[in-house]
Nanobody, 119 residues
C-alpha cells in the first residue's frame, strides 16, 4: 500500500521560508519516478486548491498566487518531493497536502501539514 507523509510545516513570520517534504513509502524509487506529484492546500473555510505539481517528466505547474515564491522539486532516489516556500504571506496559511497520482485508481493523499504565517 502506497503512503505519502508530509513534514516541515510550522509557524513562520511573513517574509520567511519553509521547506515541506513529502516522503512516499510502499514503492521503490523507480516506481515513484513514474508518479505525478503535487502539493495542494486548504485554508479554513475554503476549498482545497492546487499549489504546484510536477509530472514524471519534470513538467511543473504553479498556481498564480505562488509563482516566483515557491519551488517544487523531486528526488526519485529518496522517494520524496519537496516544496520550497519563500517570501511567505499570511494568505499562505493553510494545511498543505501532498498527492501522488499514477492513474485514477492510483491516487494517494497525505494527512497534511499545517503552515501558519503570522507575526
Amino acid at each position: 500500500q502506497v503512503q505519502v507523509v508530509e513534514s516541515g510545516g510550522g509557524l513562520v513570520q511573513p517574509g520567511g521560508s519553509l521547506r515541506l517534504s513529502c516522503a512516499a513509502s510502499g514503492i521503490s524509487g523507480s516506481i515513484f519516478s513514474i508518479y505525478n506529484m503535487g502539493w495542494y492546500r486548504q485554508a479554513p473555510g475554503k476549498q482545497r486548491e492546487l499549489v504546484a505539481t510536477i509530472t514524471n517528466a519534470d513538467s511543473i505547474v504553479y498556481a498564480d498566487s505562488v509563482k516566483g515564491r515557491f519551488t517544487i522539486s523531486r528526488d526519485n532516489a529518496k522517494i520524496t518531493v519537496y516544496l520550497q516556500m519563500n517570501s511567505l504571506k499570511p494568505e499562505d496559511t493553510a494545511v498543505y497536502y501532498c498527492r501522488a497520482y499514477l492513474t485514477a485508481a492510483r491516487v494517494y493523499w497525505g494527512q497534511g501539514t499545517q503552515v501558519t504565517v503570522s507575526s
